[in-house]
């Protein structure tokens, strides 16, 4: 038991910090905060947007890793959902000679594959010890 309650507060310190950098940068190139929005070179503002809203969802799931609820797992399977749906329109934008940065394939495989990670370590060390 001692052992769950560590990989949670481990987890959820993790999630914490990912999802406020997600939070900062994302709410940086909306809100234009620091002069972030011209470094920030050919953007998809709708990629922007959804990676704000998952840090939201990142953000609750924090607090549901720490107070071990279950529904932890659903707000990131949730979360995972947006990122894969705007994934696929961000390909189809690409495919129809949308500007972008090559760095934004990459960071939206990296954020699925993270968002994927922490709803495997939700469900194993949540859901699956309250049945």
Do not use: C, P
């Not at 809203?53 to 659903?74: E, P």
């Amino acid at each position: 038991m001692k052992n769950k309650k560590i990989i949670n507060t481990v987890s959820a310190t993790i999630l914490a910090l990912f999802a406020l950098l997600t939070l900062f940068l994302s709410s940086s190139v909306i809100f234009d905060w620091f002069g972030i929005r011209a470094k920030e070179g050919n953007y998809v503002l709708f990629i922007v947007w959804t990676n704000f809203m998952s840090s939201i969802l990142y953000l609750i799931a924090v607090f549901g890793f720490l107070k071990n609820k279950k529904w932890t797992f659903w707000a990131l399977i949730v979360a995972l959902g947006i990122l894969i749906i705007a994934f696929i329109a961000l390909l189809v934008y690409v495919n129809n000679g949308g500007i972008h940065e090559a760095k934004t394939i990459k960071a939206m495989v990296f954020r699925m594959l993270v968002t994927l990670s922490f709803s495997i370590l939700a469900f194993l060390f949540i859901n699956k010890q309250l049945k």
